[in-house]
């Protein structure tokens, strides 16, 4: 594809002496408003180097460049110079290019194969799958697919929190008071009753927490027993944890959490040790970090066993050394900051060069309108509910508009899962936001069904026009009936994809894709609208189902990127 910004460079040197090409490219702009021009050059700047009054200088350049076959027109409007292309070669140049990528269009190899990790989702076993964890989910997701888009070397870490002092605690009141079947049949509310269970007891009998502890221990030092328990409670959890993830669409490389590092722990307490940052605090051990206006970091408590940070100390490490990662990328909830700000300076305290590499991706809360979630209080509202209400709301949602398709569970699903993942993926993803039904299924508003409808509504006119005038345009098409102002504004945007995905995946931050798909599919609709498609005149035709086309895989490839299906039929 043409670099329309490298190639207007170019024009523009030769008016610009002095200045460097670095800055040019710098200085160009895209207005916001069309009318000012594909592209815009503000001369203020220029003023100095050039010494005469911007207005003056954005003449001389304007002249220097209106002959140019590039550009259709060039005005001087006060201190700007507005460079408008050819729609004609514009068109000819993005479609024909599309078109010839087809399903792959803004696929790049800018990572050149590097390892990236993203860390996501990571839930904790034997906790509920809450609509708060939604966000790591679908956020890391999308990052992992970005990234692989750009052309990285993705793995997929479920960093699941699996250890901890809960499970010598949940092994004691399994002993007591439960049983198999129960655990079976629904495991991650059943080991939660066990876990409250054991609380309410333990303040009767605080024996109890002694007992828990020493199971703990007997856990930690891999005693068959307990381990088999554990393992069967995280195997159950995983169960169901699945069960979402098979929902969205979502996978993993690696399950490997924090219980995967227990034994790896003792090298780094030592190289702590030996690098002597580690201090010893009332028989814990502790790395100061006031120098760096951090809190205390706890590395291992007073009876030996190790902490959260001291995990992902270790897993950091193990990560570099295992898949020499060029970027371990942790997408977790901006409630953890501190705990990242305070790891990753410690690691860079040890030494490692590489910590910068490491990228803490966070974002902010999600809450529900009928009020805030509360474990303690038994507000929990399932993900996995979430989604299946999703579902059935769809299919009622088909059902009433007659929608035109073959398998109305298939289109429910992809519609309703895809919902709720565009929902999530619509917003700076730092910002709290608050889940609403009737915003997440609205099918005209900036919404995932309303981009999917679009492309359906794309796939459906290519069936109308039949595989003939299909497979015409993609052979060749004539681009002078692809320059009315809906087709430039649509093909503007198609253009800009790349770039959009690139910036994505710089940023950490998927909702730039959302948003360029959304007013891409608002683009194709006006065009839609303001043109007829399937026309008598066959090159016209042809030309504009070239444009159909190229939308729609453009919007098919967005909607991946985000983790979504875009269905044929709706
Ligand atoms: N399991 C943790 C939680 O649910 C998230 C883990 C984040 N990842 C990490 N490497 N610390 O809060």
Not at 4 to 10: F, M, N, V
Not at 101 to 111: A, F, H, I, M, V
Not at 206 to 217: G, I, K
Request: glycine residues 6%; charged residues 30%; negative net charge.
């Amino acid at each position: 594809m043409i670099d329309y910004r490298e190639k207007i460079a170019d024009a523009l040197q030769p008016a610009m002496e002095g200045i460097s090409r670095e800055e040019i490219l710098e200085m160009i702009e895209t207005p916001a408003d069309s009318k000012m021009g594909d592209y815009a050059l503000p001369c203020f700047k220029l003023a100095k180097v050039l010494r005469k009054a911007p207005p003056m200088i954005a003449k001389g350049i304007a002249e220097s460049i209106a002959d140019d076959p590039m550009f259709a027109k060039v005005e001087q409007v006060n201190a700007y110079v507005n460079m408008f292309l050819d729609r004609k070669d514009l068109a000819g140049e993005v479609v024909g290019e599309v078109l010839a990528q087809g399903g792959d269009y803004g696929r790049s190899d800018l990572g050149g194969g590097r390892k990236v990790i993203v860390e996501y989702s990571s839930p904790n076993i034997a906790k509920p799958f809450h609509i708060g964890h939604i966000r790591s989910t679908v956020i890391g997701s999308s990052i992992a697919n970005i990234y692989d888009y750009l052309g990285y070397d993705v793995f997929r870490i479920n960093h699941l929190g699996d250890y901890g002092t809960q499970f010598g605690k949940m092994i004691v009141a399994y002993r007591r008071w439960g049983n198999r079947e129960d655990v079976e049949r629904e495991p991650i509310s059943t080991l939660l009753d066990y876990y409250k269970r054991f609380h309410e007891e333990a303040e009767k009998d605080p024996s109890l927490e002694d007992e828990a502890r020493a199971t703990f221990t007997r856990l930690e030092h891999g005693e068959p027993e307990e381990v088999e328990l554990w393992q069967w409670f995280r195997d159950e959890s995983l169960k169901e944890f699945n069960r979402v993830y098979d929902m969205l669409g979502i996978r993993f490389d690696s399950y490997n959490g924090e219980s995967f590092y227990s034994d790896k722990m003792p090298r780094f307490v030592k190289e702590l040790e030996d690098k002597g940052l580690l201090e010893e605090d009332d028989g814990a051990q502790i790395v100061r970090l006031d120098d760096y206006d951090l809190p205390v970091a706890l590395i291992t408590k007073s009876d030996g066993s190790t902490l959260y940070i001291t995990r992902d100390i270790a897993a950091a490490v193990y990560r570099k050394e295992t898949y020499d990662f060029y970027k371990n990328i942790y997408v977790v909830a901006s409630q953890q900051n501190l705990h990242f700000q305070q790891w990753i300076q410690i690691l860079e305290m040890m030494g490692y060069e590489w910590a910068r590499d490491c990228v803490h991706v966070p974002f902010g809360l999600v809450s529900m309108e009928e009020g805030t979630m509360s474990t303690r209080e038994g507000r929990v509202i399932f993900l996995e509910d979430v989604l299946n209400r999703a579902v059935d709301q769809t299919r009622e949602i088909i059902k009433e508009k007659n929608v035109n398709t073959e398998n109305i569970e298939e289109t429910a699903a992809a519609v309703g899962i895809g919902a709720v993942i565009f929902n999530e993926l619509s917003n700076y993803r730092i910002k709290d936001y608050v889940f609403s039904w009737e915003h997440v299924l609205n099918f005209e508003g900036e919404t995932g069904p309303y981009v999917q409808y679009t492309h359906a509504r794309a796939c459906s006119i290519l069936r109308n026009a039949g595989e003939d005038i299909v497979a015409k345009a993609k052979a060749g098409f004539d681009p002078n009936f692809l320059t009315g102002d809906s087709a430039n504004e649509l093909i503007k945007l198609l253009y800009a994809f790349p770039q959009v995905v690139a910036e994505a995946g710089e940023k950490y931050e998927p909702s730039i894709v959302t948003r360029h798909i959304v007013d891409i599919a608002q683009a194709y609709n006006r065009f839609y609208h303001d043109e007829h498609i399937l026309v008598e005149d066959e090159a016209e035709k042809t030309a504009k189902v070239a444009l159909v086309m190229a939308a729609k895989y453009t919007l098919a490839a967005g909607l991946a990127l985000l983790g979504m299906k875009a269905p044929e039929r709706m």
